[in-house]
C-alpha cells in the first residue's frame, strides 16, 4: 500500500504542470461554454471549498514564504470567480434558471423579502471592498515597499557574516535567494491585491446587470408580470452574487491575514492564543466591567454576569497556571544550576579567569554606581582609563565594579589579580574637605584622604560653600575614589601591563609606522624584553605614549646589546623632552640634587650584575650613610617648596635608583643624557658621604 502511495504522488508531481494547465484552460472554457444547472452548481460548491482551504492555509502557515504561490492563485481564483459569474448570467437571464445551490442561497438569504436580501448583499460586498481590500492593498504596498527598502542593508549583512566567517557560501546564497524570493512576494502581492478590488467592483457591477436585465427580459420576452419578473431575477441574482460574494470574502480576508502576519514560529491560532492569554488582569478588569453592567436594570443581566462570570473564571485558570509555570520555571533553573555545578570541569575553569583590575564596593557605596540613582562612578571611571591612556600611554582593560557585602557599608578596595592592594572609606551624603597647608582644622568627621594620606574632614553639604571660600579643598565621595583609582594606576601602571596589552599597543602602531615594529618584534628583541623595557619606564612614572621613539631607540640599541638596563636607559634619553617637560617647574627650569664625583665614582666601582640586573653592592654602613645623606637633602630642598630629583650619570642612574627606591620609591632619578639642551638645571643640594 506504501508502494502504491508513493506511486501516485510521484504521478502527481509529474504531471502537476500539465493537470494545472488544463485547469487554467478550462476556466477559460467556462466563459464561452454554456454549462448545464447541475455543472454550475459543481463548480460553485469547488468555489467555496477553495476559498476555506485557502483561509485556513494562511492561518497555519508561519512563514508568508511558506505559501508564496498566493499571489499567482489569487489571479487564478479571480478569474474562476469570474468565469462562473459569466456562466450564472448566462443561464439567469436565458432561462430564469441558476441550478439548486444558487436558487438555496437567494431563498435562504432574503427569507420573503428580496429588499432586505439585497441589502444584506450590498452590505457583504461593502464590507469587502471597502474594509477588507482596502486594507490588504495599503498593507501590501507598504511592505512591498519597505522590503524593497531593507534589501541593501541585509544583503550588506548577508556579506557581512559571509566575510566574516559566520555563514558558509551555500548558507549565503541561500539567504540571498530568500531575500529575493521575500522581495518578489511582496511586490506581488501589492499588484494581486488590485485582483481582490476589481472583483468586488465586478460583482456589483454583474448584480445590477442581471436584476434590470433579467427585468426586462421576464417582462418583455418571457411573458412575466412585474412582480413576478422582479421577484424570480431578484432572487436568484442575490444568490448568485452570494455564492461567488462568500468565497470572494474567504480569499480577501486571507489576503489580509497573509500580508499583516510577522513571520513567527507557530501558526496564526497558536499566536493568538498565547498573546491573547497571556494576560490574565486584562481578562479580571474586563469581567469587572460586565459583572456592572449586568447590575443595571435595564440590561440583560444574566447574559452580562453569566460572561462576567466566565471571564473570571478563565482569568483564575490563567493566573494558577502562570504562577505554576513560575514554580517550574524556578525548579528548573535550581535544578540547571545544581547540574552546572556538577560540571566541575567547566565550573573549575571559570576561577583563572582573574581581572587585571576591579573595584569592590560596600553596599552604602552602590547608589554611587547607579545610574538610576544619580550616581556617576561608571562615568568617572571610564574617564580615569582615558586619562591614563593620556598621560601615561597605558591600555588600561575595562575596571569591573562589583558590590560585596562582606565589605564594611562605606569601604572600597582596589584587587589587582584577584588579591587585596587598596582600600579607603567614603562617607555618600558627605564631601571631603583637605586644607592645602595642613595648619587648620574643621568641623567635621576627621579623616585621611586616600591618595595620599593628607589630613582631611567629612562635612555636611550645607558647609560645603563656606569650606571652599576657606580655601579648603572640598570634592564629592566618587571624585575622592575615582582619584584614589587614578594614583592607583599610575603607581602599579607597570604590573597592569602584560604581553597581551603590548601587542595591542605594538598593533597601534603598527597601523601608521610598521617598518619600526617589523624591524623590532620578533627580529632583534621578544615581545616579553620590549614588555619589560615598558614596565621599567612606567615604574619611574615616565609616559610611553611615543612608542615610535621608544622603539626606534631599542631596535638602534639591540643590535649592539640586549640587556634589559642597557636598553632602558637608551628608551628614556629617547625620551629626553619628555622626562624634562616632567620635571620642569616654572621657567622651565629642574630643580636636582646632585651626587658628588667620589661617590658616584664608589657607586661605579660597587656595581655588581645580579639577576634582579645591575646593583650597587656597598658596606651596610656606607649604603645607611647614604641613604641619610639623601634624605636630608630632599628634606632641605622640600622645605624650600621644592621638588627636586637627584640627577647623575647614566652610568649609575639604575644601580642608585634600585639602592635608594625602598625609601624613596617616588624619588625621580635622572641621567645627564636625559635633560634636554633648552631646560635649565638649578642644584640646590648635593648626597656626599662623611669621609667627602
Same mark, same amino acid.
Given at each position: 500500500m506504501e508502494v502504491a502511495v508513493v506511486e501516485r504522488q510521484s504521478w502527481i508531481k509529474r504531471y502537476a504542470d500539465m493537470v494545472i494547465a488544463g485547469l487554467i484552460i478550462g476556466i477559460v472554457l467556462l466563459i464561452i461554454i454554456p454549462l448545464p444547472p447541475a455543472a454550475l452548481d459543481f463548480f460553485l460548491v469547488i468555489s467555496l471549498g477553495l476559498g476555506m482551504i485557502i483561509l485556513l492555509i494562511t492561518l497555519f502557515v508561519t512563514d508568508a514564504l511558506e505559501f508564496s504561490v498566493f499571489p499567482?492563485?489569487?489571479?487564478?481564483?479571480?478569474?474562476?470567480?469570474?468565469?462562473?459569474?459569466?456562466?450564472?448570467?448566462?443561464?439567469?437571464?436565458?432561462?430564469?434558471?441558476?441550478?439548486?445551490?444558487?436558487?438555496?442561497?437567494?431563498?435562504?438569504?432574503?427569507?420573503?423579502?428580496?429588499?432586505?436580501?439585497?441589502?444584506?448583499?450590498?452590505?457583504?460586498?461593502?464590507?469587502?471592498?471597502?474594509?477588507?481590500?482596502?486594507?490588504?492593498?495599503?498593507?501590501?504596498?507598504?511592505?512591498?515597499?519597505?522590503?524593497?527598502?531593507?534589501?541593501?542593508?541585509?544583503?550588506?549583512?548577508?556579506?557581512?557574516?559571509?566575510?566574516? *566567517? #559566520?555563514?558558509?557560501?551555500?548558507?549565503? $546564497? /541561500?539567504? @540571498? !535567494? +530568500?531575500?529575493?524570493?521575500?522581495?518578489?512576494?511582496?511586490? &506581488?502581492?501589492?499588484?494581486?491585491?488590485?485582483?481582490?478590488?476589481?472583483?468586488?467592483?465586478?460583482?456589483?457591477?454583474?448584480?445590477?446587470?442581471?436584476?434590470?436585465?433579467?427585468?426586462?427580459?421576464?417582462?418583455?420576452?418571457?411573458?412575466?408580470?412585474?412582480?413576478?419578473?422582479?421577484?424570480?431575477?431578484?432572487?436568484?441574482?442575490?444568490?448568485?452574487?452570494?455564492?461567488?460574494?462568500?468565497?470572494?470574502?474567504?480569499?480577501?480576508?486571507?489576503?489580509?491575514?497573509?500580508?499583516?502576519?510577522?513571520?513567527?514560529?507557530?501558526?496564526?491560532?497558536?499566536?493568538?492564543?498565547?498573546?491573547?492569554?497571556?494576560?490574565?488582569?486584562?481578562?479580571?478588569?474586563?469581567?469587572?466591567?460586565?459583572?456592572?453592567?449586568?447590575?443595571?436594570?435595564?440590561?440583560?443581566?444574566?447574559?452580562?454576569?453569566?460572561?462576567?462570570?466566565?471571564? *473570571? #473564571?478563565?482569568?483564575?485558570?490563567?493566573? $494558577? /497556571?502562570? @504562577? !505554576? +509555570?513560575?514554580?517550574?520555571?524556578?525548579?528548573?533553573?535550581? &535544578?540547571?544550576?545544581?547540574?552546572?555545578?556538577?560540571?566541575?570541569?567547566?565550573?573549575?575553569?571559570?576561577?583563572?579567569?582573574?581581572?587585571?583590575?576591579?573595584?569592590?564596593?560596600?553596599?552604602?557605596?552602590?547608589?554611587?554606581?547607579?545610574?538610576?540613582?544619580?550616581?556617576?562612578?561608571?562615568?568617572?571611571?571610564?574617564?580615569?582609563?582615558?586619562?591614563?591612556?593620556?598621560?601615561?600611554?597605558?591600555?588600561?582593560?575595562?575596571?569591573?565594579?562589583?558590590?560585596?557585602?562582606?565589605?564594611?557599608?562605606?569601604?572600597?578596595?582596589?584587587?589587582?589579580?584577584?588579591?587585596?592592594?587598596a582600600e579607603g572609606e567614603l562617607e555618600p551624603g558627605r564631601y571631603l574637605a583637605m586644607d592645602p597647608t595642613g595648619d587648620r582644622t574643621l568641623q567635621g568627621i576627621p579623616t585621611r584622604e586616600p591618595t595620599f594620606g593628607l589630613p582631611a574632614w567629612w562635612i555636611a553639604p550645607e558647609n560645603r560653600e563656606a569650606a571652599e571660600i576657606d580655601g579648603f579643598t572640598v570634592v564629592d565621595p566618587a571624585t575622592v575614589l575615582a582619584t584614589h583609582l587614578s594614583e592607583f594606576i599610575k603607581r602599579h601602571g607597570h604590573e597592569l601591563l602584560g604581553r597581551q596589552e603590548v601587542q595591542e599597543l605594538l598593533n597601534v602602531v603598527k597601523e601608521k609606522n610598521p617598518a619600526v615594529v617589523e624591524e623590532l618584534v620578533p627580529g632583534l628583541l621578544s615581545l616579553g624584553e620590549v614588555q619589560k623595557v615598558l614596565q621599567n619606564l612606567l615604574k619611574e612614572r615616565v609616559p610611553i605614549r611615543d612608542m615610535v621613539s621608544i622603539l626606534e631607540a631599542l631596535a638602534d640599541c639591540a643590535r649592539q646589546d640586549r640587556n634589559e638596563d642597557a636598553l632602558t636607559e637608551a628608551a628614556r634619553k629617547a625620551l629626553s623632552r619628555t622626562i624634562s617637560r616632567l620635571h620642569a617647574r616654572e621657567g622651565g627650569k629642574i630643580r636636582v640634587i646632585t651626587l658628588h664625583p667620589r661617590l658616584e665614582q664608589r657607586l661605579i666601582d660597587a656595581v655588581q650584575p645580579t639577576a634582579l640586573g645591575a646593583f650597587p653592592v656597598l658596606e651596610p654602613g656606607t649604603a645607611q650613610r647614604v641613604i641619610q645623606s639623601l634624605g636630608a637633602a630632599v628634606e632641605k630642598a622640600q622645605s624650600k617648596g621644592h621638588l627636586p630629583a637627584v640627577l647623575c650619570s647614566s652610568r649609575v642612574r639604575l644601580p642608585f635608583r634600585r639602592l635608594t627606591e625602598r625609601h624613596f620609591p617616588h624619588l625621580s632619578i635622572l641621567a645627564l643624557q636625559e635633560i634636554a639642551p633648552q631646560i635649565d638645571v638649578e642644584a640646590v643640594g648635593t648626597v656626599t658621604l662623611d669621609e667627602d
Open positions: 499567482t492563485l489569487l489571479l487564478v481564483v479571480t478569474l474562476y470567480r469570474l468565469a462562473l459569474n459569466i456562466s450564472s448570467t448566462r443561464l439567469i437571464l436565458g432561462e430564469a434558471e441558476a441550478g439548486k445551490v444558487i436558487a438555496a442561497f437567494g431563498e435562504f438569504v432574503v427569507g420573503g423579502s428580496y429588499i432586505v436580501g439585497f441589502i444584506v448583499f450590498l452590505i457583504i460586498t461593502l464590507v469587502q471592498f471597502v474594509v477588507i481590500t482596502n486594507g490588504s492593498s495599503r498593507v501590501a504596498e507598504v511592505a512591498a515597499r519597505f522590503t524593497l527598502d531593507a534589501m541593501p542593508g541585509k544583503q550588506m549583512a548577508i556579506d557581512s557574516d559571509f566575510n566574516a *566567517g #559566520l555563514i558558509t557560501e551555500q548558507e549565503a $546564497r /541561500e539567504r @540571498r !535567494r +530568500r531575500l529575493q524570493r521575500e522581495s518578489d512576494f511582496y511586490g &506581488a502581492m501589492d499588484g494581486a491585491t488590485k485582483f481582490v478590488r476589481g472583483d468586488a467592483i465586478a460583482g456589483l457591477v454583474i448584480v445590477f446587470i442581471n436584476i434590470i436585465g433579467g427585468l426586462v427580459i421576464g417582462i418583455a420576452v418571457m411573458q412575466m408580470d412585474a412582480q413576478q419578473a422582479l421577484t424570480t431575477f431578484t432572487i436568484l441574482t442575490i444568490g448568485d452574487g452570494l455564492v461567488t460574494q462568500i468565497p470572494a470574502v474567504l480569499v480577501s480576508t486571507a489576503t489580509g491575514i497573509l500580508v499583516t502576519r510577522a513571520a513567527s514560529d507557530t501558526s496564526f491560532g497558536g499566536d493568538v492564543s498565547r498573546q491573547f492569554l497571556s494576560f490574565p488582569r486584562v481578562l479580571v478588569v474586563a469581567a469587572g466591567v460586565l459583572v456592572v453592567m449586568g447590575l443595571i436594570p435595564a440590561m440583560p443581566n444574566l447574559l452580562f454576569l453569566g460572561m462576567g462570570a466566565a471571564l *473570571g #473564571l478563565l482569568a483564575y485558570n490563567l493566573n $494558577r /497556571e502562570e @504562577r !505554576r +509555570r513560575e514554580v517550574a520555571a524556578a525548579e528548573q533553573a535550581a &535544578a540547571r544550576e545544581v547540574r552546572e555545578q556538577k560540571r566541575e570541569p567547566e565550573n573549575v575553569l571559570t576561577y583563572f579567569q582573574v581581572d587585571p583590575l576591579e573595584v569592590e564596593i560596600g553596599y552604602n557605596l552602590i547608589p554611587l554606581a547607579s545610574e538610576e540613582q544619580g550616581g556617576d562612578l561608571l562615568h568617572r571611571v571610564a574617564g580615569v582609563r582615558r586619562q591614563c591612556a593620556q598621560e601615561l600611554g597605558i591600555y588600561v582593560r575595562p575596571i569591573r565594579i562589583r558590590d560585596n557585602l562582606q565589605l564594611k557599608p562605606n569601604t572600597y578596595v582596589f584587587k589587582m589579580r584577584g588579591v587585596e592592594a
